[in-house]
């Protein structure tokens, strides 16, 4: 509860559209754990309402998240950003500063790594990935991936200007773009991130085996239906493993929710939960 109120602290989640967000269920479970009273709503708002919502939101709320399609914006309006939002040109978390200004923050990329190194043990030093798409998450997650010790990140996205784009923003010679119609000559990789909307809106991502081995890590950012065929794919392909984007949506949480808090809270009782639900 916010000093000196009796109510709890609000927060919320935006996006277009976000009836299905797991946000508001995981950040009450993080409230309990840690014994903080908050209050925490989706709220869905339009492209071109979002601006103004979330301003009126933040305005007596304490912090936001922000989802599909509201990354870059969330960005570009706050006053202050983070090293993550702003190499990313993204923000998932708005915090609260003095005099009405706001702070973008980006944790994707850190979620990104906790889980994978974390709870799939999946090693980043040193190794050869292919990160799939170069929309709002992948840039979000890019970084980071260098910054844990890749050692060639290869990126591929159906619209290539944007996959040289993100690859020339990196600057470093461990990233590369390549055309995703030369996907079959590329070999074979430790881990394969993919972070296309292809699953979301349920369109075909046709690609081919080779890229795994029985090494393979094969990573969708998205969960539940939306990270089926791509889970199907790499398993089909003979990866070692193929895991869903749901502990990196509790661990990017669980860093929105220590920006916000000064705490960060235990994320496999909440992860062991919510799979639970979802099995
Ligand atoms: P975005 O900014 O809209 O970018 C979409 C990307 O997908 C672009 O690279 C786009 O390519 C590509 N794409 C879309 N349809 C495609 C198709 N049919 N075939 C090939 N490529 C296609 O979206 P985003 O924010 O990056 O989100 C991507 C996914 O990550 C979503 O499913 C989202 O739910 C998930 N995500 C998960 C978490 C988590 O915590 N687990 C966090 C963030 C995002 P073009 O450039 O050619 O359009």
Partial sequence: MPHGSAFPARYAVFGHPIGHSLSPAIHRMFGEQCGIA??????????AAFADAVRHFLAGGHG????????AA??????ERSAAASRAGSANVLTRLPAGRLAAHNTDGSGLVRDLTGRQHCPLHGRRVLLLGAGGAARGVAWDL????????????????SAVALAGALGATRARARH?????????????VHATSAGVLGQPLPLPPGLANPQTIGYDLSYGRAAQSFLDWARGAG?????DGLGMLVEQ????????????????????QLRGSAA
């Fill in 239 to 243: 990866a070692k493993a193929a895991c």
């Fill in 74 to 79: 969330a960005c570009a309006l706050a006053d």
């Fill in 253 to 272: 949480a669980a860093d929105a929710f220590a920006l916000w808090h000064g705490r960060r809270p235990d994320t496999d009782p909440v992860y062991a």
């Fill in 64 to 71: 936001a998240n922000v989802s599909l399609p509201h990354k």
């Fill in 38 to 47: 908050l209050d925490y709503v989706a709220i869905d708002a339009t492209p």
């Fill in 180 to 192: 995703w119609q030369d996907l079959a000559g590329l070999g074979s990789f430790d881990l394969i």
């Fill in 146 to 161: 260098l910054d844990a010790g890749v050692d060639q990140l290869t990126i591929v996205n159906r619209t290539a200007d």
